[in-house]
């Protein structure tokens, strides 16, 4: 099935032809997903525990990689470019990744926090340049005005919802092309909850996002587009407000309805 | 019946404090050993306690044997051995901590490998390979080679002897960070080597440096693999090719000599309190450093 929006003037930042992920060769966690992804838009991945919804953001920056045994195939092409005869480290920067639970990097300060993918990829700034990075990332999550006076203390001093923010912070302070967010209000409090998906819609105007969430009510409020997932297989791919007022399958309309989830 | 649940429920309850109080009771015949051991040295041990013990080198049998005649104190102390212990643990830090570093990085990241099983099992091997053996390789390795007992091959039978233990905790330290931590150094872009030195090594400092002053201050008081590869001086050596002392030795040398017998008390006294300090030091280190 090829799943693409249609709209004037399309623009696919994100190009998914027949992505599939398996963890052994008889069980496939992701299979055959064609998907297009416009550029500035948020895009919610839904679906049940266990459908794959999480397995196929990590497809986007091949964080499967790191696990010999799982294979990805298909093609995912970011900006026209398939990224599997890109050098890995070059995807990861140009699709920044979110993670479920907060992981500021726990021996650096939240200055060296925003800066670590600088670091990591050995990119040299000068300390106005630097400056300027972390101001910018920080006031982008609106964390700024909460952390400049302590912004040498370590980031795990910082609550839940604040350490969420940094770690979004440090993904954006790369500028990335895409922005990949694995249900990353899952382990927060409802007020937390609220900033980061205010944040998310404020985000959209520079970045596309791609978000994983079994929230559907999350998925309502701040995406433009929405993917159904069921057991590995995408169901359903439509704007937001179509799938979530009309939508075409009869599993993707249980999900919703709550007969299953 | 209501009486017999009633017997019944006191009878374990009472069966229950029994448990409790044997093991409060055994939890403190553990602590026994070490206290006497603490209390007979002090009590043999601190009449030789004093600044010389730490200024002068080790006395002859004839200097302990007129003092013993005129009834004063044995004069000098066992600088020699202070100093050689610092220098041989100084060579087997320099040689151990590396290998042992990258060895247990590798088994962390490699933890289902058929090439990190056999290196598991090879490092609890070593760690159960007796000293003296070990000292017996050295001497054939390193020894005879150079035509001469020295500090290098005291330092490099006991970096094999610390290997197993710093591999161990290294491995145990890594493991024990969340899986999140690499994936979020690479979601980055970082390359892998980068993600290791920056994030995951940093993170797992405290565990790694505890289980190395652990492997230090656990072969410290080794003897018998120093008997023959160091052989023992009677002057302070920095020479890392020469017979070279260490305290250990000395306790052994003094143990051999009537005369000298007195020292006895007092050198394993301060090396009880040295390896006593690593041991405390490690502890305090791996609580303040503990990463939230």
């Keep these: 099935m090829e799943n693409t929006i249609n709209t004037n003037n399309d623009k696919y930042i994100l190009e998914l032809k027949n992505v599939s992920v398996a963890y052994t060769p008889e069980k496939k966690a992701v299979e055959d997903v064609c998907a297009n992804i416009r550029e500035n838009t948020v895009t919610a991945i839904m679906g049940p525990s266990g459908c794959g919804k999480s397995t196929l953001l990590r497809a986007i920056n091949r964080l499967h990689d790191l696990y010999p045994e799982i294979q990805t195939t298909g093609e995912i092409l970011l900006k026209g470019e398939d990224i599997f005869k890109m050098n890995p480290m070059k995807v990861r920067r140009l699709a920044g990744m979110v993670f479920q639970r907060p992981n500021p990097f726990p021996t650096m300060s939240i200055y060296d926090n925003v800066l670590a993918g600088y670091k990591l990829n050995n990119i040299k700034l000068s300390k106005s340049d630097r400056d300027e990075v972390v101001e910018n990332s920080l006031r982008s999550v609106a964390l700024w005005d909460e952390v400049k006076d302590s912004i040498s203390k370590k980031g795990t001093f910082l609550s839940g919802g604040q350490q969420q923010r940094l770690c979004i912070a440090r993904a954006i302070a790369l500028k990335p092309e895409v922005l990949l967010m694995d249900e990353p209000t899952s382990a927060l409090d409802p007020i937390s909850t609220n900033r980061i998906e205010d944040l998310i819609l404020e985000l959209k105007e520079h970045y596309t996002i791609v978000i994983v969430t079994h929230n559907m009510s999350q998925a309502a409020r701040i995406s433009d587009n929405s993917m159904f997932m069921y057991l590995g297989h995408l169901v359903e791919y439509d704007t937001t407000k179509q799938m979530f007022t009309k939508p075409k399958d009869k599993r993707t309309e249980d999900y919703l309805t709550g007969v299953f989830g | ?292």
């Design chain 2, 1 to 292: 019946m209501k009486k017999t649940i009633f017997s019944s429920s006191k009878y374990r309850q009472y069966k229950s404090k029994l448990f409790f109080y044997a093991v409060c009771a055994f939890s403190g015949i553990t602590m026994i050993p070490l206290f006497l051991i603490i209390w007979e040295l002090l009590k043999k041990g601190y009449k030789q306690l004093n600044l010389s013990l730490f200024t002068e080198v080790s006395p002859t049998s004839m200097d302990a044997m007129l003092a013993k005649i005129s009834n004063e104190p044995i004069p000098g102390g066992i600088l020699n051995g202070i100093t050689g212990t610092l220098l041989i643990l100084a060579i087997s830090i320099i040689l151990a901590i590396p290998v042992g570093i990258c060895t247990g990085i590798y088994l962390a990241e490699n933890p289902k490998g058929a090439f990190s099983k056999l290196i598991r099992s090879l490092s609890d091997l070593l760690q159960g390979i007796p000293s003296i053996v070990v000292g017996i390789i050295v001497y054939a390795w390193v020894v005879k080679p150079m035509y001469s007992y020295s500090a290098l091959a005291g330092g490099i039978s006991l970096a094999i002897m610390m290997l197993p233990m710093i591999i161990r905790s290294t491995e145990e330290s890594l493991k024990m960070l969340p899986a999140s931590l690499k994936e979020a150094g690479l979601a980055l872009g970082g390359s892998y080597s980068s993600v290791v030195l920056r994030i995951l090594l940093p993170s797992a400092f405290s565990g790694l440096f505890t289980g190395s002053l652990l492997a230090i201050s656990r072969v410290m008081g080794e003897t018998a693999p120093l008997l023959v590869t160091v052989l023992g001086a009677s002057v302070v050596n920095w020479d890392i090719t020469h017979p070279t002392s260490a305290i250990s030795l000395l306790i052994w040398e003094f143990y051999n000599d009537p005369n000298l017998a007195p020292l006895v008390w007092t050198s394993s006294l301060l090396l009880l309190f040295l390896v006593l300090g690593i041991n405390i030091f490690a502890k305090r280190i791996s609580k303040k450093w503990k990463i939230q």
